[in-house]
């Protein structure tokens, strides 16, 4: 079983950063592949980024690429998103997410994650 909590969010201006952090409990957060994703208010939950288990797999959707950053540290058992240049449409709940396998690569799909954090709001003022 994973336990994942997520830690980071907030209100930031136009322009700003943010850098949400998700640790996980578990023996097994290094071999596995996290990703990240929003929900805002009114939508669907959409992917935003994945990390392979290893850090050398990433992927983005297009929206932000070039704006934010996933990585992890499997020392410490935590992955981040650091997040720039945040747009006033970047303003979401944003979940980490653990597959359930070990050594994959990640990805978009929703299906692909078996663990799911509780969401840190970030909100973007104009």
């Known amino acids: 079983q994973v336990q994942l909590v997520e830690s980071g969010g907030g209100l930031v201006q136009a322009g700003g950063s943010l850098r949400l952090s998700c640790a996980a409990s578990?023996?097994?957060?290094?071999?596995?592949?996290m990703g990240w994703f929003r929900q805002a208010p009114g939508k669907e939950r959409e992917f935003v980024a994945a990390?392979?288990?290893?850090?050398?797999?990433?992927s983005y959707v297009d929206s932000v690429k070039g704006q934010f950053t996933i990585s992890r540290d499997n020392a410490k058992n935590t992955a981040y998103l650091q997040m720039n240049t945040l747009k006033p449409e970047d303003t979401a709940d944003y979940y980490c997410?653990?597959?359930?396998?070990?050594?994959?690569?990640?990805?978009?799909?929703?299906?692909?994650?078996?663990?799911w954090g509780q969401g840190t709001q970030v909100t973007v003022s104009s």
């Open positions: 997410a653990s597959t359930g396998g070990i050594y994959g690569s990640g990805g978009s799909s929703e299906k692909m994650y078996n663990y």
């Open positions: 578990g023996r097994t957060f290094s071999k596995k592949s």
């Open positions: 990390i392979s288990w290893s850090g050398g797999s990433t």
